[in-house]
């Protein structure tokens, strides 16, 4: 019965989330919409995400990459085309290229307020990243909470900062009240994925732009 308990859990945690427009609303940051921040993994990226051994059970695995899956699909549709794959377990940190470690350790104690925490550990000479690493506080163990943290993580590596000013439930990158509690979100918005969408139309136009000056073209 638990296998069976667990396995729907997780089915419901997984279950699709539409990114449509948003029907006569507008994005605006730090109401509901979070700032960009400084670095996110480069267009087209395969994110290899691996799991640090002995931190995380199986089923905790399944509900972070059900997190990966909906980023991937934002990412998609807002033309990043950055992929989240499920590399397995490592025993430490990984410094190659587009590589994510997924680890836990004390956060809360030490910090306060922070639960969990998103380091790029290399970039490029643009400020893209190359590899990073995200440590969960110990204490985070249910499931909802853990894809929760998990997304709102994932999506510092695409370019979205906090937002402890946006009303609750309008960005999966709003704060956390608590260890073992969502922030009302289990995935990013649709607000959440026209900042992404911003981000890398941002990026793609300064690429052109120094592509256009190397060539020498006016």
């Known amino acids: 019965m638990r296998t069976i308990s667990v396995l729907l859990l997780i089915l419901t945690l997984s279950t699709p989330i539409v990114y449509g427009k948003q029907a006569n609303r507008s994005c605006t940051t730090n109401r509901n919409a979070p700032p960009s921040n400084s670095y996110y993994w480069p267009p087209n990226a395969i ?75 290399r970039q490029d000479r643009k400020g893209l990243l190359v590899s990073a690493r995200i440590d969960f506080d110990f204490a985070i163990t249910r499931a909802k909470a853990l894809r929760g943290f998990m997304s709102h993580e994932l999506g510092h590596g695409m370019g979205l900062w906090d937002c ?31 900042v992404v969408r911003q981000v890398y139309a941002v990026h793609k136009r300064s690429s052109a732009a120094t592509e256009k000056v190397a060539s020498g073209v006016r």
């Open 164 to 194: 402890l000013r946006c009303g609750k439930k309008q960005t999966i990158m709003n704060g956390f009240q608590d260890v073992n509690r969502d922030n009302g979100l289990i995935a990013p918005s649709p607000c959440d994925l026209d």
């Open 47 to 121: 994110v290899k995400v691996y799991f640090v051994r002995h931190m995380f059970t199986s089923e905790q695995r399944q509900i972070m990459s059900a997190a990966m899956f909906a980023w991937t699909a934002v990412a998609r549709e807002a033309g990043a085309n950055v992929k989240f794959v499920n590399a397995g377990e490592s025993q430490g940190v990984n410094y190659c290229t587009s590589c994510l470690t997924v680890s836990r350790r004390e956060v809360y104690k030490p910090y306060r307020k922070h639960y969990a925490f998103f380091y790029p550990l």
